[in-house]
């Protein structure tokens, strides 16, 4: 059963902020907002995760809500490169399935120039 | 080695054949997935090792599925008598250790073709 629910598709002007959002309303306390994202003919790649707070890293930013129940990746300034399917997933921290990611069908982001 | 490395990147293969798919881990990375991945969808999880031994095999789809990794390290996906619907792409994973907080590390993938 998927987790999270993702729109299938989005566009993005290149150099602009692509906001990709998720929801995940049925979200436990132990568990992780991850996003991988995977570019054509490419295994998936790590993007960020988080638990409650904001993260930054040097790729994107992850925004949850305060009631975790959403949350959206920020790419600040979209190149064509970044035409990728973008996975959000949620994950415990320990127990029962903590060691895999279980992926749904992602968004297909493409930058247009 | 620098990223977790798969091969073949490219198997094409008859109906009823024996097929083999290699992964290389990281490096010091303890734990070692395979997840399958069928056109248009996300990866789907088939096993995960922890050292030398299964984890967890419940995503193999059946027996004709087996994978081992006998030294801790390199791990081999085995299929017997493929059929059409095995066609997909095959991907392996790693990570250091398998709480929730830490990252996953994927290979390019093993693209297999059943004719």
């Known amino acids: 059963d998927a987790k999270t629910t993702q729109p299938p598709s989005m566009d993005c002007a290149e150099g602009r902020a692509a906001n990709l959002p998720c929801n995940h309303s049925?979200?436990?306390?132990?568990?992780?907002v991850y996003w991988y994202r995977q570019i054509h003919s490419q295994g998936p790649q790590y993007i960020i995760h988080?638990?409650?707070n904001n993260e930054t890293n040097e790729m994107a930013s992850l925004i949850i809500t305060e009631d975790r129940k959403s949350s959206t990746l920020i790419l600040p300034h979209a190149t064509l490169r970044d035409t990728a399917v973008y996975y959000c997933?949620?994950?415990?921290?320990?127990?029962?399935?903590?060691?895999?990611?279980?992926f749904g069908k992602g968004t297909k982001l493409s930058v247009i120039p | 080695g620098a990223g977790v490395s798969q091969t073949p990147s490219n198997k094409v293969t008859e109906k009823g054949k024996y097929v083999e798919l290699r992964c290389d881990p990281i490096?010091?990375?303890?734990?070692l997935y395979w997840y399958r991945q069928s056109l248009g969808q996300g990866p789907e999880f088939l096993i995960y090792?922890?050292?030398?031994?299964?984890?967890?095999d419940s995503g193999l789809p059946n027996d004709r599925f087996f994978a081992v990794r006998p030294e801790g390290s390199v791990s081999t996906l085995k299929i017997q008598r493929t059929e059409r619907g095995d066609s997909a792409v095959y991907l392996c994973?790693?990570?250091?250790?398998?709480?929730?907080?830490?990252?996953?590390?994927f290979g390019a993938g093993s693209r297999l073709t059943v004719l």
């Open positions: 994973a790693s990570s250091y250790e398998t709480s929730g907080a830490n990252v996953l590390t």
């Open positions: 049925t979200i436990s306390g132990n568990e992780y």
């Open positions: 988080g638990l409650k």
């Open positions: 997933i949620v994950r415990p921290y320990s127990g029962a399935g903590s060691y895999q990611l279980t």
């Open positions: 490096s010091g990375h303890t734990a």
């Open positions: 090792f922890q050292g030398t031994g299964a984890a967890d």
